[in-house]
T-cell receptor
Framework: EDQVTQSPEALRLQEGESSSLNCSYT??????LFWYRQDPGKGPEFLFT???AGEEKEKERLKATLTKKESFLHITAPKPEDSATYLC??????????????FGQGTRLTINP | DAGITQSPRYKITETGRQVTLMCHQT?????MFWYRQDLGHGLRLIYY???????DKGEVPDGYVVSRSKTENFPLTLESATRSQTSVYFC???????????FGPGTRLTVL
């Protein structure tokens, strides 16, 4: 069964304190890994797609990386506005069902000023 | 406005009533999805659709019905609401292939 596990469940940082969030996955034949940001009371907002091991994507203070077993979301010098829940997801099922995503439980990130 | 919208944003209903949640997207995306999000369970797929008139079950389809007569609309119906269906419901859409999904703002449903 395809699974996605994120850690930690929650993380509190001081403004400017860099850290990383982890997303480990077990899936037969990775067809991409997606990172989303979700603010309270809103739908998930797409951040990145990674397709192959070694790939990296950056957006402002966020950098996502991918290995064969896990992905990291690195947050450099975060600001309070980076506070959100970060979700990762992988496509699952056969090719016809490749659009079905399995989501991790998310990491709730809080940046204190 | 372009994007994906859901209505209503908030709904309170009673056990046994029928409820329909609406989803509309303006991108002409092939795929549309319905998820529910609950504490402790994360996002779980209820139903999805690959095109108009093509739908399939996700992880938690029991008690729900979907239809897709037009590409842009994907309504979700709870035929006889139960308290366990109290949740936040998200609609999403994506283009063909393993592309990212774009989510609506959600509908918070409470079943009393």
């Amino acid at each position: 069964e395809d699974q996605v596990t994120q850690s930690p469940e929650a993380l509190r940082l001081q403004e400017g304190e860099s850290s990383s969030l982890n997303c480990s996955y077990t899936v037969s034949g990775l067809r991409g890994l997606f990172w989303y940001r979700q603010d309270p009371g809103k739908g998930p907002e797409f951040l990145f797609t990674l397709y192959s091991a070694g790939e990296e994507k950056e957006k402002e203070r966020l950098k996502a990386t991918l290995t064969k077993k896990e992905s990291f979301l690195h947050i450099t010098a975060p600001k309070p506005e980076d506070s959100a829940t970060y979700l990762c997801a992988v496509p699952t099922g056969d090719i016809q069902g490749a659009q079905k995503l399995v989501f991790g439980q998310g990491t709730r990130l809080t940046i204190n000023p | 406005d372009a994007g994906i919208t859901q209505s209503p944003r908030y709904k309170i209903t009673e056990t046994g009533r029928q409820v329909t949640l609406m989803c509309h997207q303006t991108w002409s995306h092939s795929y549309m999805f319905w998820y529910r999000q609950d504490l402790g369970h994360g996002l779980r797929l209820i139903y999805y659709s690959a095109a108009a008139d093509i739908t399939d079950k996700g992880e938690v389809p029991d008690g729900y019905v979907v239809s897709r007569s037009k590409t842009e609309n994907f309504p979700l119906t709870l035929e006889s609401a139960t308290r366990s269906q109290t949740s936040v419901y998200f609609c999403a859409s994506s283009s063909q292939g393993p592309h990212e999904q774009f989510f609506g703002p959600g509908t918070r449903l409470t079943v009393l």
